[in-house]
């Protein structure tokens, strides 16, 4: 088993979850980043698997298409070593023996940056939800401001 500071009480689980559209060929696949507290690694664990089933919904999209959404699993599961603070490392990866264009291609400048970037629609089958949608149209419609996620 990895190493898991006694007073570790977070954890970040990769949730895979698949979308399918009726009718459409190609499925939509999410790997979702939760945090989650947990006491134990089996506690992280068994909640991370429910947060998972919590993403199994049937909901329509503006064409009237049924979307499904499906969890198929976790990809990983690791401890935040460090307490939840500025600065505090979530997730790290290594890589050895990069050249210098190899490791200069793994910094973007800020316009490249997914925060700073706009929101573009998906490639893929529409998944949106109708209902999510007319809701944000009220809102705006009526002069108040939508919140932010």
Request: aromatic letters at 6%.
């Given at each position: 088993?990895?190493y898991?500071?006694?007073?570790?009480?977070?954890?970040?689980?990769?949730?895979?979850?698949?979308?399918?559209?009726?009718?459409?060929?190609?499925?939509?696949?999410?790997?979702?980043?939760?945090?989650?507290?947990?006491?134990?690694?089996?506690e992280?664990?068994?909640?991370?698997?429910?947060?998972?089933?919590?993403?199994?919904?049937?909901?329509?999209?503006a064409?009237?298409?049924?979307?499904?959404?499906?969890?198929?699993?976790?990809?990983?599961?690791?401890?935040v070593?460090?307490?939840?603070?500025?600065?505090?490392?979530?997730l790290?990866?290594?890589?050895?023996?990069?050249?210098?264009q190899e490791l200069?291609a793994?910094v973007?400048?800020?316009?490249?940056?997914a925060?700073?970037?706009?929101?573009?629609?998906?490639?893929?089958?529409?998944?949106?939800?109708?209902?999510?949608?007319?809701?944000a149209?009220r809102?705006?419609e009526?002069?108040?401001?939508?919140?932010?996620?």
């Amino acid at each position: 088993m990895a190493y898991i500071p006694k007073d570790a009480r977070w954890y970040i689980a990769q949730v895979v979850i698949e979308l399918t559209v009726a009718g459409e060929s190609r499925n939509i696949v999410h790997i979702n980043h939760l945090l989650v507290r947990a006491d134990s690694p089996q506690e992280a664990y068994e909640k991370a698997l429910r947060m998972g089933g919590e993403h199994e919904t049937t909901y329509l999209n503006a064409d009237k298409k049924e979307v499904r959404g499906r969890f198929r699993g976790l990809r990983n599961l690791t401890v935040v070593y460090d307490a939840l603070e500025d600065g505090a490392e979530l997730l790290y990866e290594e890589r050895v023996g990069l050249s210098q264009q190899e490791l200069a291609a793994l910094v973007n400048p800020v316009e490249a940056l997914a925060i700073f970037k706009p929101i573009e629609r998906s490639q893929g089958p529409d998944y949106g939800s109708e209902e999510i949608r007319r809701e944000a149209k009220r809102l705006s419609e009526s002069g108040r401001p939508s919140e932010e996620k």
